[in-house]
Each structure stands twice: as structure tokens, then as C-alpha cells.
């Protein structure tokens, strides 16, 4: 039997895909803006699903016709025979794209055609499917374009360039079809069946390397998916399908036996891509072929351990960068980059894969062929060179004085270039932005000598000094690494707006933040970590924000210690600014005292503690991930944890069995918490008594208790410790970059 079918494509693969198709057995193709459509049994659907490494999808459009309200898009779809794809005991999930006058909401939409392939089946069988989000016996796609609706079965299930081998992703992963497209398109197929290589010196996580893989070694792309759409629909064949998964394993096996498989490699600067590309390719299960490693582009050279490296192919998708301060250091990477081919690798073919082809001008080298595709929304270009002296130029970055060898004149144009950068930021900048560049230039000039006087590193910079303009914005001077200098980060926080203040207003009023803050501390985007500060609904507390994968630990100096900061991968950086002159004052004390640091985050006071002399340290905390940074903490000033001792635990329960005494402790509770782990929630209001009075029972005679919260509105109930000689030390506990916010905590010191 012949089906008429559509394949989905991202935009700018239409070409490629319709030549794949052919290739395939597809019959009676038609082209369409991202999609093509073909007939063909069921054999081809499942072989275009298996081996397409272009497609996102594979359709089978049910039906075609017209609704102009969800009345009529109900009844189109409840005439079909529903009964003859979907068990009435099975699931279903149902995908909507578009809409019109009459349907103006996806989700609407979708519960529609949910509403009638359920009673189709109700009423057929007596029973009704459920829906399922995750791996649904049958997905329908349904597309709404103007008063046209295609119902569809997605024969694909998750879109096909879902592989199943990628577990680990860079900063700005490259879909596996667009990966594909662009091997194809820069001629990959024909230089591996010529034995040439394939180099990426910018390789990311790995996803060109493994795609030029299954190209070269002639596996499907789809072998290594967990499942398809198809294989739960009722008219399924499992006896084509698995003699085509046979037919695909035996071709598999035999192309990674060929003796003249091409050598591919990869390379990237940042050690944590890289051990994410080498997962994928344990996972792609290439890891006895595909080679990578940590390598700087300076030093990206053709490598000379094997004659097959004479000729071949380098592709790489380098950053491209949207901000000016981004544009301008990557203008050196393509020019570097252009001067890697054009020294090492004559002969060969290059491809670069970028969303700012300007910025390929500055490689010295004249592109021969030009493609377009878009990556997602991103209008990108291939751009294609061979690599011999006829195509070289002089790059932009060569013609710039910047790179004389005179050494004056090139301090006079990088100073232009500066000045003329800076010209161009400002006239960039709203009245808003201004504003708070004025505001924050004015309080860096004041507090910076304060800082310098007092060998501080790292302080509150801004504190919502103007409303419009509410976040936190703190500065930290840190080494990534002990032999390099420092360098000058700004960690800022978005306090969230009330509802009173309009959506589009206070994304207006944060955009203008992220302009002022790089041009009024004169420091790159990069060196910059936002974030906005919101309570989760409902039981949980401040969650855990998306990891990046590079840049994330350097070290600050804090009197005597050493810290590790990570400005991104949570909420707060590891360091509570407001609690450095506890944290000093801990240190002056802690000599020869055995020292308890009770919800001891990233045991920064333990570190001081240790580091002044404390005869030893026990910090406690329910967190595994802040004891592993407290780890790092103490490594990198050189203690030992047998002397040092870390426990993972509740600190409630924690203080209600212990039978230690200590001479020094300091208590700093969260005003509020309700972890998991937990077996009651904390209000530090309601349990202060319960906790200082167990804290007190562990407080050795003569020893002093260090009770601190940064609860605003908290009252210490003197009376009912009035057993105890409390002297509130507030005040001297609060430095000169909190004082525009003198209740950003409150401090005790108690005693027997």
C-alpha cells in the first residue's frame, strides 16, 4: 500500500533532504518551505526514520479540512477512524501548531483533538485512551494554517535529531540534523570516501565529530533511539521494521571493520567540553575511533602521526557573539583561527559555521562558496575556503594597526579602539541606563579606596540605591589560577518586581541593567553572572539555576584564606559578603579553640577558623554539594579534614544528640527552610530559643556563641534566654559597603 507522506526538516536543509529522500526510495517528492513531502509504503517511512540524518520528522497526514472554529476542528477530527490507530486502552499525546481566529491558543487546540479522538474511541469500544507526555503509544500531529487543518500520525515519535548519544551538551549545542546538514553541505561524504580526515578545533561537545562518524562509517543515524512513534501504532509492522534494523546493524558492523576508516579528531580549549564530547562518543559507541582533547587554538596544528592526515577537512562552528565586547575579542579568534589554515593545512578544505559571517572576513581568506541555514532562529552561513595561497588575503584584524610590530603604534590603535568602543556603548545607553552608570561609577569611586585600604577583594558594589533599579550587584577580584592575575567580576541580582510593576517594564528596567553594568565597571559580558532573585511556589526554596559549563571557579583572598567563588551555577556564589567582618572577627578568636560552624554553607568561618589556629573544626550542614565546595575550600588553603571535620546531617537533630563541647560556635541559621531532608520546617522566628538554648548546652565554659540571621524582621526573645549574657554586636558587624543596608543581618555574641 502507498502512503503520502511529509518530512519535517529545519529551514535551509529542504534541498539536502529532498536529495536524501531520493536516495532512500522515496517516490513523488515535492518541495515546501522546511519539509518535503513524498510517498512511498511503509517500508520507506521506516526507513526514511532509521536512516534520514536530515529530517526532524516523519508524517502521515490522516486528513485535510477546513475549521474556523473549535466546533468544526472537533468534528473533523472525530470523523476519522481513530479506532484503526490507537488502542482504546492506550495513550496518546497530541501536538498543535498554529492558529486562528477561532482557535487562538495551542493548548486549546490540542485539548480539542484530544476531546475527539476520546469519544471516537469511547464510543466505539466503550473505553477511553489516556494522554501521556513521555513515549505515548501514538502521537498525533495536527497543523492550523489560516482555516486548513492536516491531522497527521507522527510516525517519528521524538524529533529525529534526538540520536540517543548525546548526554552531555556545551553552552550552545548544534542540533544532530543541522550537524549533518552542514557535513553534507561542506563535502564531508566525498573526502571520507577518499580517506581524507576531518579536524574540529573548536569541537564543543563533540557533535560534528560523531555525525561525520555515521556518515563515514555508514551507520544509521537513528540506531542508537530508544524508540519511534510507530512502534505502538496499530498498524505497525514489526517483521519490516526489524529486518530493516538487521539490514542497518550488519551495514554498521561492516563499516567500522573497513581497514581506511578516516581519522577524526577534535579539540577544544575548555577541559569540561571536552570530557562532555567524550561521554557522547562512549555513548555513540565510537570511543575505540574518535579521539579528542584539551588543546588551545594556537596551538592547532595538523597532526603529523599519520599519512592519512595529508588531506582532509577542518569544520568548525566558533562562536559568533551577539554583544559588542563579545564582537570585538572575536574578531581575534577568526583571525586566529585564518592563520592557523592558512600556516598549517594548505591542500586541504576548511568550513566555518557561523550566525555573523562578518566576522569571517577577519580570517585572511577568500570564501569560494557560501550557504545559508539557520540555526533555530538564527540566520547562519556555511562559509567554505580552500586552503591554497590563491585564496588568501589580508584579514580586517591584519590591516589593523592594533597588530604593527611597532609596539607604539599599537598601544596608540587599541587606545582608539577603546575610546571609539566606549563612544559607541554610550551612545547605546538609554536616560535609565545612564542613570545607573552614573550611580554605580560614583559608588565604585568611593568604596574602591576603602577596598584597596583594607585588602578587601570582594564587596556590595550597588543595593538597589535607586527603586527603579532594584538589585544587588557585587564585585569580586579573583584568580582563576594561582599563577594569574586577577581578574574583575560583578556577580549582579534582579530583585523580583511586585506585581504592581507591569512584566514589559521591569524586563525594560533589566535590560537596562545589563547595558549599564559592563560600561560603568569597564569589564566584558563574560565576566558578568545575572541572575534573578525569586521565591518558588508552594514548599520548595530557591532552586538551583542552569549550569554553565565553563568559567565557573576562581579564588578571592579574604584576610588569611582563600575562597572558591562560583559566580553562575547557583543562586549565591559560595561567599556572604554582608558576614565578612564576622567571618574576621571569627578568625581574630578562633586561636586554639575547638571551633562549631553550625549550617555552615561552604564553611568559609570554619576556613578562617583553621587558618588562625583553631585546634580543630566541625562544620555541619544538610547539603552534600555545599560540604563538597567546603572540601574545596579547606584544600585550597592546604588543611587537612582530619583536623577539619565535615558532616552531612540536620543541624536541629544534629545539636539534639550531641555530647561535644566547643569553645567557639557560631550559629547562622536560614530564616527559612523546609529541605527534604528535614523532618520539620525551620522558621528561625518560632525556634531561635530551642536551637541557642542546644547550642548553649555545647558551648563549653568561657566559650562565646555567634548567633547571626539575615531575617529583617526578626525579634531575639531576651527574655526567655535570660539565663544568658547576650550582647548585640549588630553594629560592628556590618562594613562600609552595607551601610546603605544596616539590616541586612543582625549578630550576637552569647555566653554561660
Not at 543515524?221 to 529486518?243: K, Y
Not at 580549549?269 to 557522547?280: F, G, P, W
Not at 568550513?351 to 540555526?375: C, E, I, S, W
Not at 541557642?692 to 525579634?715: D, P, V
Request: glycine content about 6%; aromatic content about 8%; charged content about 25%.
Amino acid at each position: 500500500m502507498t502512503y503520502q507522506y511529509f518530512a519535517t526538516c529545519p529551514k535551509g536543509l529542504e534541498g539536502l533532504l529532498y536529495t536524501e529522500l531520493q536516495t532512500l526510495g522515496a517516490q513523488e517528492l515535492r518541495e515546501t518551505v522546511a519539509g518535503i513531502y513524498f510517498s512511498g509504503d511503509i517500508e520507506i517511512a521506516y526507513r526514511v526514520c532509521l536512516w534520514s540524518r536530515l529530517a526532524n520528522k516523519v508524517l502521515l497526514p490522516l486528513a485535510s479540512f477546513e475549521a474556523n472554529s473549535q466546533e468544526e476542528l472537533y468534528d473533523g477530527v472525530r470523523e476519522l477512524r481513530w479506532e484503526e490507530h490507537l488502542s482504546p486502552s492506550g495513550s496518546l499525546l497530541v501536538d498543535f501548531i498554529g492558529t486562528n481566529d477561532g482557535i487562538r491558543n495551542t493548548q486549546f487546540g490540542a485539548l480539542k483533538v484530544k476531546d475527539a479522538i476520546v469519544d471516537c474511541l469511547r464510543e466505539f469500544t466503550g473505553e477511553r485512551p489516556s494522554v501521556a507526555k513521555r513515549d505515548p503509544d501514538l502521537r498525533v500531529n495536527v497543523r492550523l494554517a489560516k482555516s486548513k487543518v492536516i491531522v497527521s500520525i507522527d510516525l517519528s515519535g521524538d524529533s529525529l535529531h534526538r540520536r540517543g548519544y548525546r548526554v552531555k551538551q556545551g553552552s550552545a549545542p548544534m542540533k544532530e540534523n543541522l550537524a549533518a546538514g552542514i557535513l553534507i553541505r561542506a563535502g564531508w561524504p566525498e573526502i571520507a570516501a577518499q580517506g581524507g580526515a576531518l579536524l574540529d578545533p573548536m569541537c564543543g561537545s563533540g557533535t560534528i565529530l560523531i555525525e561525520a562518524a555515521l556518515i563515514a562509517a555508514d551507520i544509521a543515524p537513528g540506531l542508537l533511539r530508544g524508540s519511534f512513534g510507530f512502534e505502538r501504532w496499530l498498524n505497525h509492522r514489526s517483521d519490516i521494521w526489524l529486518g530493516l534494523r538487521d539490514e542497518a546493524f550488519a551495514r554498521k558492523k561492516a563499516g567500522l571493520a573497513r581497514d581506511n576508516l578516516p581519522e577524526i579528531r577534535g579539540y577544544d580549549a575548555d577541559i569540561k567540553v571536552i570530557r562532555a564530547a567524550e561521554e557522547n562518543i562512549v555513548s555513540a559507541e565510537l570511543d575505540h575511533w574518535l579521539r579528542v582533547s584539551r588543546k588551545e587554538l594556537k596551538d592547532f596544528v595538523k597532526p603529523t602521526h599519520n599519512q592519512a592526515m595529508e588531506f582532509g577537512l577542518v569544520l568548525s562552528n566558533p562562536p559568533y557573539g551577539e554583544r559588542l565586547g563579545e564582537i570585538e575579542s572575536l574578531k581575534l579568534l577568526y583571525a586566529h583561527l585564518g592563520e592557523r589554515l592558512r600556516n598549517e593545512f594548505q591542500g586541504w578544505r576548511a568550513g566555518v559555521f557561523t550566525g555573523n559571517p562578518d566576522l569571517g572576513k577577519q580570517m585572511g581568506l577568500r570564501a569560494d562558496k557560501k550557504y545559508k541555514f539557520f540555526n533555530g532562529t538564527i540566520a547562519s552561513e556555511l562559509l567554505m575556503f580552500s586552503i591554497d595561497t590563491q585564496a588568501f588575503v589580508q584579514s580586517r584584524v591584519e590591516q589593523d594597526a592594533r597588530f604593527s610590530k611597532d609596539a607604539d603604534l599599537r598601544a596608540q590603535a587599541e587606545a582608539k579602539v577603546k575610546i571609539d568602543n566606549k563612544k559607541e556603548q554610550a551612545a547605546a545607553l538609554t536616560k535609565g541606563a545612564q542613570m545607573l552608570v552614573n550611580r554605580l561609577q560614583k559608588n565604585l569611586k568611593q568604596l574602591e579606596k576603602w577596598a584597596r585600604k583594607n585588602d578587601i577583594s570582594c564587596y556590595r558594589l550597588y543595593d538597589a540605591d535607586m527603586p527603579e533599579y532594584a538589585a544587588a550587584i557585587d564585585i569580586y577580584r579573583g584568580q582563576t589560577q594561582p599563577n594569574r592575575a586577577p581578574q574583575l567580576y560583578a556577580h549582579v541580582q534582579e530583585y523580583a518586581a511586585p506585581k504592581s510593576v507591569d512584566e514589559e517594564k521591569a524586563t525594560a528596567r533589566f535590560a537596562e541593567i545589563e547595558m549599564a553594568v559592563p560600561f560603568a565597571l569597564d569589564i566584558p559580558d563574560a565576566n558578568i553572572s545575572y541572575k534573578q532573585r525569586r521565591r518558588n511556589k508552594g514548599t520548595s526554596q530557591y532552586e538551583k539555576l542552569s549550569e554553565r559549563p565553563t568559567g565557573d571557579l576562581f579564588s578571592v583572598q579574604e584576610g588569611a584564606a582563600k575562597l572558591h567563588i562560583n559566580m553562575w551555577q547557583y543562586l549565591d556564589t559560595g561567599l556572604f559578603l554582608d558576614h565578612r567582618p564576622v567571618r574576621l572577627m571569627i578568625a581574630d578568636m578562633a586561636k586554639d579553640k575547638r571551633f562549631l560552624n553550625l549550617f555552615c554553607y561552604t564553611a568559609t568561618a570554619s576556613v578562617h577558623a583553621a587558618m588562625a589556629g583553631a585546634r580543630y573544626t566541625v562544620s555541619v550542614d544538610m547539603s552534600n554539594t555545599y560540604l563538597n565546595w567546603a572540601r574545596k575550600n579547606f584544600a585550597l588553603n592546604g588543611l587537612s579534614e582530619s583536623r577539619n571535620r565535615l558532616e552531612q546531617a540536620d543541624c536541629l537533630k544534629w545539636l539534639e544528640q550531641n555530647d561535644q563541647q566547643f569553645d567557639l560556635i557560631l550559629l547562622d541559621p536560614p530564616s527559612f527552610s523546609n529541605s527534604k531532608r528535614m523532618e520539620d520546617v525551620l522558621d528561625v522566628q518560632r525556634d531561635h530559643v530551642s536551637m541557642i538554648n542546644n547550642a548553649m548546652r555545647a558551648l563549653a565554659e568561657g566559650g562565646t556563641l555567634i548567633f547571626s540571621n539575615n531575617l529583617r524582621s526578626f525579634k531575639l526573645d531576651s527574655e526567655a534566654l535570660a539565663n544568658f549574657t547576650i550582647k548585640d554586636i549588630s553594629a560592628r558587624t556590618i562594613d562600609e559597603d552595607f551601610k546603605r543596608n544596616p539590616k541586612i543581618h543582625q549578630c550576637w555574641l552569647i555566653s554561660h
